[in-house]
Nanobody
């Protein structure tokens, strides 16, 4: 049981990237799925979440208005569309399943320990 993240890369400030989270051995739609990121020397932080129960989404302040999380049940994937990227978005991005709740909290305030089935992450670098 795991997830596999993909889609990272090098992009210029103001550019866009679309990350994908694929489930292996379980159905992503059965869980709230969160996107997180971790920059060197910093703690892992939440970015966006999509609920399993009703598909509602939640974003942290840093992502709101720029990032969009969506789910493709047929492909067993969850995507994170990122636009207007900034150098401070540079980090390794991870997705994970919330094992304790099916609905995301507003502004994604649920603690990281609620999530499991972490993947290896995908590097996003925003630089000119």
């Amino acid at each position: 049981v795991q997830v596999v993240e993909s889609g990272g890369g090098l992009v210029q400030p103001g550019g866009s990237l679309r990350l994908s989270c694929a489930g292996s051995g379980f159905t992503l739609a059965d869980y709230a799925i969160g996107w997180f990121r971790q920059a060197p020397g910093k703690e892992r932080e939440g970015v966006a979440c999509i609920s399993s129960s009703d598909g509602t989404t939640a974003y942290t302040d840093s992502a709101k208005g720029r990032f969009t999380v969506s789910r493709d049940r047929a492909k067993n994937t969850v995507s994170l569309q990122m636009t207007n990227l900034k150098p401070e978005d540079t980090a390794v991005y991870y997705c994970a399943a919330n094992l304790m709740r099916s609905r995301c909290l507003a502004t994604m305030t649920e603690p990281v320990y609620e999530y499991d089935y972490w993947g290896q992450g995908t590097q996003v670098t925003v630089s000119s």
